[in-house]
């Protein structure tokens, strides 16, 4: 007999079935034992005769054979997918058995600290709650990846191993690459670049790596970025329209999963950097004028200003200083020691940072050198800009950061299945001896 899905059993009144799953719950009820049978599509209902599961525990694989049949009276559950039926088991399998559970990991202990529960990931991944921030996150990643396909970008692969720091700064994982020096990638952002010479319009999913040397509830050292880039514009404000009507289906799709999404208005309200710090010099007394980017507080109080004002829990702000963005971004030719770049806040959170890039060859090779790096080191880049690149631009979300704002997460570790920071790689970190497996050599 082949195995049928729980979310299935409906379709199989008064017939035989197979199904196989985790004990999710057990009841003893004299006679009778119910087991609440959890697979990827949810709970199903088991009806046991007890010497049929006998040595059955929480957390069991089981591999059950029996007959499908409607609940009783009163007992049905009309808001589950398989409320209204339930499986009486004529032959029980146990496909595995489990230790002895250090906590009630379906209803989360809200004593236990974060560290706690994602030093046990492997087992809390299977809570409902947490199990749902990863299909958001599928769901925000997939958004992504439709609208621009519908819109004509090509996706590749962008390397993760890379010779050279696009960024800049000192923020990078330096890694031995046989006899050579080599880095975890910031971003795929020479690589998109580059790709324009034949597709004009692309996109990559890819991780990236930052050293940052921070522990703080909005950083992690390896994320997920959804990175687009696209030629032939007319103006950078073509970017920003283009990341909105990314950003206007993400959350179209979110509310088919019952997300409750934030506001948007009309239109996401565009503002300059330096007006931002005016409001906020006006709201606050908080004078920043000076500064050359938004602090997290400052960026909280715009866009609870944006909220108030446009009815929009997401607002662009524009122009950061030439001098703090990367070698590679355009300045503003009506104000050249400001840049048309932008970052989208959604919730007092940056969540897309993008803008246009210099295209001439001549203007990059200038700038390589003003921000004290070697032109041999960007050669290979540079190619695509010497046989001829049109005006383009490009923009990459944070994937980890979409989600937890989206789902008001206390950490982004959470919107992470596997969450690397300072102090982490999987279990936390302890100093003492190397723990690299040996591999025996033939």
Same mark, same amino acid.
């Given at each position: 007999?082949?195995?049928?899905?729980?979310?299935?059993?409906?379709?199989?009144?008064?017939?035989?079935?197979?199904?196989?799953?985790?004990?999710?719950?057990?009841?003893?009820?004299?006679?009778?034992?119910?087991?609440?049978?959890?697979?990827?599509?949810? +709970?199903?209902?088991?009806?046991?005769?007890?010497?049929?599961?006998?040595?059955?525990?929480?957390?069991?694989?089981?591999?059950?054979?029996?007959?499908? &049949?409607?609940?009783?009276?009163?007992?049905?559950?009309?808001?589950?997918?398989?409320?209204?039926?339930?499986?009486?088991?004529?032959?029980?399998?146990?496909?595995?058995?489990?230790?002895?559970?250090?906590?009630?990991?379906?209803?989360?202990? +809200?004593?236990?600290?974060?560290?706690?529960?994602?030093?046990?990931?492997?087992?809390?991944?299977?809570?409902?709650?947490?199990?749902?921030?990863?299909?958001?996150?599928?769901?925000?990643?997939?958004?992504?990846? &439709?609208?621009?396909?519908?819109?004509?970008?090509?996706?590749?692969?962008?390397?993760?191993?890379?010779?050279?720091?696009?960024?800049?700064?000192?923020?990078?994982?330096?890694?031995?690459?046989?006899? *050579?020096?080599?880095?975890?990638?910031?971003?795929?952002?020479? *690589?998109?670049?580059?790709?324009?010479?034949?597709?004009?319009?692309?996109?990559?999913?890819?991780?990236? *790596?930052?050293?940052?040397?921070?522990?703080?509830?909005?950083?992690?050292?390896?994320?997920?970025?959804?990175?687009?880039?696209?030629?032939?514009?007319?103006?950078?404000?073509?970017?920003?329209?283009?990341?909105?009507?990314?950003?206007?289906?993400?959350?179209?799709?979110?509310?088919?999963?019952?997300?409750?999404?934030?506001?948007?208005?009309?239109?996401?309200?565009?503002?300059?950097?330096?007006?931002?710090?005016?409001?906020?010099?006006?709201?606050?007394?908080?004078?920043?004028?000076?500064?050359?980017?938004?602090?997290?507080?400052?960026?909280?109080?715009?866009?609870?200003?944006?909220?108030?004002?446009?009815?929009?829990?997401?607002?662009?702000?524009?122009?950061?200083?030439?001098?703090?963005?990367?070698?590679?971004?355009?300045?503003?030719?009506?104000?050249?020691?400001?840049?048309?770049?932008?970052?989208?806040?959604?919730?007092?959170?940056?969540?897309?940072?993008?803008?246009?890039?210099?295209?001439?060859?001549?203007?990059?090779?200038?700038?390589? &050198?003003?921000?004290?790096?070697?032109?041999?080191?960007?050669?290979? *880049?540079?190619?695509?800009?010497?046989?001829?690149?049109?005006?383009?631009?490009?923009?990459?979300?944070? +994937?980890?950061?979409?989600?937890?704002?989206?789902?008001?997460?206390?950490?982004?570790?959470?919107?992470?299945?596997?969450?690397?920071?300072?102090?982490?790689?999987?279990?936390?970190?302890? &100093?003492?001896?190397?723990?690299? +497996?040996?591999?025996?050599?033939?």
């Amino acid at each position: 007999m082949k195995r049928i899905l729980n979310k299935e059993t409906p379709q199989y009144p008064d017939q035989e079935v197979k199904v196989a799953g985790w004990v999710n719950t057990r009841r003893d009820h004299g006679k009778i034992v119910f087991i609440d049978l959890r697979d990827r599509t949810g +709970l199903l209902q088991i009806v046991c005769q007890p010497d049929l599961v006998k040595d059955v525990k929480e957390e069991y694989v089981l591999e059950i054979e029996g007959l499908i &049949k409607k609940r009783p009276g009163n007992t049905a559950k009309k808001e589950m997918a398989t409320g209204e039926v339930e499986l009486q088991a004529r032959q029980v399998k146990i496909l595995a058995k489990s230790a002895a559970l250090p906590f009630n990991f379906i209803e989360k202990d +809200l004593s236990l600290t974060l560290p706690i529960l994602l030093d046990h990931r492997p087992l809390m991944i299977r809570n409902p709650e947490v199990k749902n921030i990863f299909k958001i996150g599928e769901s925000i990643t997939e958004s992504f990846r &439709k609208t621009l396909k519908s819109l004509d970008f090509t996706e590749f692969q962008s390397p993760n191993i890379v010779p050279l720091v696009a960024e800049g700064g000192a923020d990078v994982f330096h890694i031995d690459y046989y006899k *050579y020096d080599a880095y975890l990638s910031q971003s795929p952002q020479v *690589y998109k670049q580059i790709m324009l010479g034949a597709f004009e319009r692309v996109f990559t999913i890819t991780h990236v *790596y930052r050293a940052e040397p921070s522990v703080t509830t909005r950083h992690i050292s390896e994320f997920t970025s959804l990175d687009a880039e696209m030629a032939f514009i007319d103006s950078w404000k073509d970017l920003m329209d283009t990341c909105e009507v990314i950003i206007r289906n993400m959350f179209a799709d979110l509310k088919l999963l019952k997300v409750d999404v934030p506001e948007l208005g009309r239109e996401i309200p565009r503002i300059k950097m330096r007006e931002a710090q005016k409001i906020i010099l006006e709201r606050t007394g908080r004078n920043n004028l000076k500064e050359p980017d938004l602090s997290p507080e400052d960026e909280q109080e715009i866009c609870l200003w944006s909220k108030e004002k446009y009815g929009s829990d997401m607002i662009f702000i524009t122009h950061y200083p030439t001098l703090k963005r990367p070698f590679y971004t355009h300045e503003d030719p009506l104000d050249p020691d400001y840049t048309l770049s932008f970052d989208v806040l959604y919730r007092g959170l940056e969540i897309v940072t993008g803008g246009q890039r210099i295209n001439d060859y001549d203007k990059l090779i200038k700038n390589i &050198k003003k921000w004290g790096n070697k032109i041999e080191t960007f050669s290979f *880049y540079l190619q695509a800009f010497k046989y001829g690149m049109p005006p383009e631009g490009g923009f990459a979300f944070g +994937l980890e950061r979409i989600t937890k704002q989206v789902l008001n997460l206390k950490n982004i570790r959470e919107a992470s299945p596997f969450p690397r920071d300072m102090e982490r790689i999987d279990n936390k970190l302890k &100093k003492g001896p190397s723990t690299r +497996l040996r591999v025996k050599k033939k």
